[in-house]
Nanobody, 125 residues
Framework: QVQLVESGGGLVQAGGSLRVSCAAS????????MGWFRQAPGKEREFVAA????????YYADSVKGRFTISRDNAKSTVYLQMNSLKPEDTAVYYC??????????????????WGQGTQVTVST
């Protein structure tokens, strides 16, 4: 079993930056693919970014490409999402997820077996 705990969310003005973190514990494995998803009120959960086990490959939703950067520190069992040039439409609960088997593509939430509780990110105008 893997436990994921997100932190670092908060309130930021449009154009600002924020970094959210995801600490993994339990039966962690550096071979897991890791991803970030988000869910805004009244909307479905959507893919934001993912990183391969080595950290060398990254994947982004078109809506955040060029503004967000995902990274991981396997020694600390932690994944980060650096968010720059934030927009009000980035407001959502951000979830960290772990994909041990990589059954589906990195954008597919169904591929991820473990999820954190989420952290709220609010971008004001």
């Amino acid at each position: 079993q893997v436990q994921l705990v997100e932190s670092g969310g908060g309130l930021v003005q449009a154009g600002g930056s924020l970094r959210v973190s995801c600490a993994a514990s339990g039966r962690t494995d550096s071979t897991y693919r890791m991803g970030w998803f988000r869910q805004a009120p009244g909307k479905e959960r959507e893919f934001v970014a993912a990183v391969s086990s080595s950290g060398k490959s990254t994947y982004y939703a078109d809506s955040v490409k060029g503004r967000f950067t995902i990274s991981r520190d396997n020694a600390k069992s932690t994944v980060y999402l650096q968010m720059n040039s934030l927009k009000p439409e980035d407001t959502a609960v951000y979830y960290c997820a772990a994909d041990p088997n990589r059954r589906l593509g990195p954008h597919n939430a169904r591929s991820y077996d473990y999820w954190g509780q989420g952290t709220q990110v609010t971008v004001s105008t």
